[in-house]
């Protein structure tokens, strides 16, 4: 992995890191001495202890975004070595899930235990009880995240993961245009867990790579079977949902031209969906990796366009075909003015850019006369269809009238 750590130089005297304040980097002391220092709330300061060489400071900071909690200053001329939250996650992504997700509970801890030895009692901007509370929740959560990753990566090899698909309506024509898959999770004991569950723990743990494979495979199968059963002649498309951590595999497009290539289905069938946060968070990889799946004829969706980022300079950037629209936006539509200018807004944009827009989350007709007359293509919803399973998607596919929407 690539070496992010940065080199700081500090003089005998200054403060390195001062009580109370945010923290967002830990230091590796390369050379020097420094001592930590408690403020108490009477106002005096207490040393509490020094470090020297080949010690860690401010090292909680890496772990969550409370305050430091002691003041930290160079008794000596210092050289450290700077490690970043960010740096800390990305290095801490790279190994096994329950490693980090162990790590994770065992800083947790440790913050908890120097809060109370430390602090507590000492000092009026820690409250006892509140960051002891604090700190127990977010183990319950971390222990509760290691649980539901061991089990659905289990999962995973025991047929409790399934696609469901959602149709996708052309506004003009009323017809079925393709389809987003969508992942479920059927727990043997607890039943339907959501993907809102899930989904975020999968993509902390790295298992979303597996299951994301596994995804596109089902997907362009289950399409190449609806095809075959309903008898269309118009090819119909399968929307895919991926995350970063597909993205930073090495092979991630050739193991994507594979799956489509064993398959019925043509790479021109096949769009994936993903988020602002991903093309901003990995700019070069991202166009290379996505302009490589363009040049094989997939389509590149932008998801829950609007909710991101304010820059739009991207979209220009990366080879995109799709606009996805929000839910929350076409919810709000109706309710306020500044969403219907926004949806106005984004439908008059991609179309400038000659992209194609997609509604997400239309549950009433209202919406998608208003986003038809707004120029919107196609649009996808409980009012059209919820997500369901294969056999379901052929049942309404043959019994399929095409939706009358300007009123
Ligand atoms: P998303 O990609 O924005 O997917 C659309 C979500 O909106 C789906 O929720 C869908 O069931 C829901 N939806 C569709 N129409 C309506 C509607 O008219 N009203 C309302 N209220 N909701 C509607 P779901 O299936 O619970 O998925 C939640 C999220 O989980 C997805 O949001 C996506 O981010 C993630 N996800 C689901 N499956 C996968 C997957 O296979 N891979 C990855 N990476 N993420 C997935
Ligand atoms: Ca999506
Ligand atoms: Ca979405």
Redesign the pocket.
Same mark, same amino acid.
């Given at each position: 992995m690539e070496d992010k750590q940065a080199k700081k130089s500090f003089k005998a005297g200054d403060v390195i890191m001062r009580q109370g304040e945010k923290g967002d980097c830990a230091y590796i002391i390369e050379t020097g001495q420094v001592e930590i220092l408690i403020e108490k709330s009477d106002g005096s300061t207490q040393q509490v202890g020094t470090r020297g060489e080949g010690t860690i400071i401010g090292e909680m900071a890496i772990v969550d975004e409370a305050p430091r909690t002691a003041t930290v200053k160079a008794l000596k001329d210092c050289t450290m070595l700077e490690i970043s939250r960010d740096d800390f996650a990305m290095r801490l992504k790279s190994t096994d899930p329950v490693i980090q997700m162990i790590s994770q509970v065992i800083l947790t801890r440790y913050r908890d235990t120097l809060t109370r030895a430390e602090i507590l009692g000492e000092s009026n901007n820690y409250p006892p009880t509140e960051a002891i509370e604090r700190n127990y929740t977010a183990q319950t959560d971390v222990v509760e995240s290691v649980k539901i990753a061991n089990e659905f990566k289990a999962a995973l090899n025991n047929d409790e993961i399934d696609?469901?698909y959602?149709p996708i309506i052309d506004l003009g024509k009323g017809s079925v245009i393709g389809f987003?898959?969508?992942?479920?999770w059927t727990h043997k004991e607890q039943g339907f867990i959501?993907?809102?569950v899930f989904?975020p723990i999968a993509?902390k743990s790295g298992l979303?790579v597996e299951?994301?494979k596994w995804?596109i495979k089902e997907s362009c199968a289950a399409l190449g079977r609806i095809e075959k059963a309903v008898g269309n002649t118009t090819p119909m498309y399968m929307s895919?949902?991926?995350?970063s951590h597909d993205f930073a595999e090495e092979d991630f497009v050739e193991n994507l031209l594979r799956t489509i290539n064993a398959s019925a289905v043509t790479p021109e069938q096949i769009k994936l %969906?993903i988020t602002e946060r991903l093309l901003i968070q990995q700019p070069d990889n991202a166009k290379e990796t996505l302009q490589a799946c363009r040049d094989a004829g997939m389509g590149i969706a932008i998801?829950?366009f609007g909710t991101g980022y304010s820059s739009l300079s991207y979209l220009y950037y990366f080879p995109i075909e799709v606009l996805k629209i929000?839910?929350s936006f076409v919810r709000a539509m109706y309710k306020e003015e500044r969403s219907l200018e926004l949806v106005k807004s984004i439908i008059g944009l991609g179309k400038n850019m000659g992209l194609n827009i997609v509604a997400?989350?239309? %549950?009433h007709i209202e919406e998608a006369r208003l986003l038809q007359d707004m120029g919107c293509d196609s649009a996808?919803?409980?009012?059209f269809a919820?997500?369901m399973s294969e056999e379901d998607v052929i049942k309404l596919l043959n019994s399929w009238e095409p939706v009358k929407i300007s009123a």
């Open positions: 696609m469901h959602q987003e898959a969508l992942m479920r959501s993907p809102g989904i993509e979303i299951a994301s995804a895919v949902n991926f995350s %969906e998801d829950d929000d839910q997400e989350g239309v %549950e996808q919803g409980y009012y919820k997500p």
